[in-house]
């Protein structure tokens, strides 16, 4: 009976230290999970890629967006997650690709800072990209109009009644862009005799006019006339004797553009504008594509720093006839180009700089060596979208981005050059 006590009572005791052993390691694991979410919330995270070797750190954010979407992305070599989505990595700089099939690959350095959301925004270019004929007839010389949205060129053809000048609106969605389609507007035709067809175009600040400057022969002097851009001007005003009283209307007009933008500025960026060769605005004003004046050490306007802003590519320190892009917004400036042998500025008519703004105001179309490259305002991601051969510089982004226009013949010299399109999606 004794020993029968015992027994009960030491199972009692065991019983009582299992409950203690058991409420302690629940307290325990309650503590480190409560330990763990307020870690996880403050930003605390396994990272594997530093030394190797999986640490618990402090981390930042790494937002990976990409159009299109659904790319791979690939942190200093690894393959990490995929685009639009996010990833938490220790504060350091790293290289971050982003990889579709069909596509060509993205890459550049990113910072990514402690407890900081760093957007990475990855455009991808198809790599066999489509190119479409919109134009059944030879054309020549086309010039874009100052919003970006209107091409005019001037065709001479076998047909007399097709010659003349056309404006092309690309917001149209008909295809393929033939000569009297809705799509494009004869606005000057040869019925009066005059050789519109081989007429040198320029564009009025506000789109809304051309001048046409026409020689019967090469030795003659131009007669100049003024055509409305939006119809078939049956009459053309010729404006020969008062070209200088009209271009000096349209310096006005410009001049007024520039001064409401100007004074649109704050005066710390005014005073940086006194340094650039202002070669033209993006899209949405909010940064300015210039050439350098001089050597000159750009001051910090926006202080503190914007958080999130990737600021590697950064450069303040600008040097003599360099290439770059200013942000307004974010007081952030890039280089672009090194170099350029010619001082250019939105009134030199000398000006040959290479450089488009892309329609998202986030790209650059860069023409040069027979090549047509997209890269970013930031210099980073130089692309070649097309290697083929084409005329000149002529190389226009259709209005949403989804497209360029070129002017070639595909090599093919026993045949006037038309326009193509070079699909970007």
């Not at 690894?78 to 790293?94: F, M, S």
């Not at 410009?254 to 005014?270: D, G, M, W």
């Not at 790209?363 to 305002?377: N, P, Q």
Request: hydrophobic fraction near 35%; include cysteine; proline fraction near 6%.
């Amino acid at each position: 009976m004794k020993e029968k006590k015992t027994n009960i009572a030491e199972e009692l005791t065991r019983s009582v230290r299992r409950q203690i052993i058991t409420t302690i390691l629940t307290l325990i694991l309650l503590i480190l999970i409560t330990t763990g979410f307020v870690l996880y919330g403050m930003g605390y995270r396994l990272n594997f890629f530093a030394k190797n070797t999986p640490i618990l750190a402090h981390t930042g954010i790494l937002n990976a967006q990409s159009t299109p979407t659904g790319a791979q992305v690939w942190v200093d070599g690894h393959l990490t997650t995929a685009t639009n989505n996010t990833v938490n990595l220790t504060p350091d700089k790293y290289t971050i690709t982003v990889v579709k099939d069909g596509y060509l690959p993205w890459k550049k350095d990113v910072m990514i800072e402690d407890q900081v959301v760093s957007n990475v925004e990855a455009r991808l270019f198809p790599q066999a990209p489509t190119l479409q004929s919109i134009s059944s007839v030879g054309i020549s010389d086309p010039v874009l109009d100052p919003s970006g949205t209107k091409l005019a060129f001037t065709i001479a053809s076998q047909s007399a009644t097709k010659n003349g000048i056309y404006v092309l609106n690309m917001t149209s969605q008909n295809f393929p862009v033939l000569p009297l389609q809705s799509s494009s507007t004869q606005i000057a035709d040869e019925s009066t005799g005059i050789p519109f067809s081989q007429a040198q175009i320029s564009w009025s600040p506000d789109g809304q006019q051309i001048i046409a400057s026409v020689s019967a022969t090469p030795t003659q002097p131009a007669t100049v006339y003024q055509l409305q851009a939006n119809q078939l001007n049956a009459t053309p005003q010729d404006i020969t004797a008062t070209l200088p009283s009209v271009e000096a209307n349209w310096q006005t007009l410009e001049n007024q553009q520039n001064k409401a933008r100007l004074a649109s500025l704050k005066p710390a960026v005014r005073q940086l504008l006194t340094h650039f060769n202002i070669i033209s605005y993006s899209p949405d004003g909010t940064k300015i594509l210039y050439q350098a004046k001089n050597d000159y050490a750009l001051p910090i306007i926006i202080k503190p720093r914007r958080i999130g802003n990737n600021l590697l590519y950064e450069q303040r320190n600008i040097q003599k006839n360099s290439i770059y892009v200013y942000d307004i917004t974010e007081d952030v400036n890039t280089r672009v180009l090194d170099y350029s042998p010619v001082a250019c500025n939105v009134t030199n008519k000398d000006c040959h700089v290479p450089l488009t703004w892309f329609p998202d105001s986030f790209h650059l179309v860069y023409v040069y060596d027979k090549k047509i490259d997209i890269l970013e305002d930031d210099g980073s991601n130089m692309t070649t979208i097309y290697a083929g051969p084409f005329v000149g510089n002529y190389a226009f982004p259709w209005p949403d981005g989804s497209k360029l226009v070129i002017l070639t013949n595909l090599g093919n010299t026993s045949i006037q050059p038309t326009l193509y399109t070079i699909g970007l999606q």
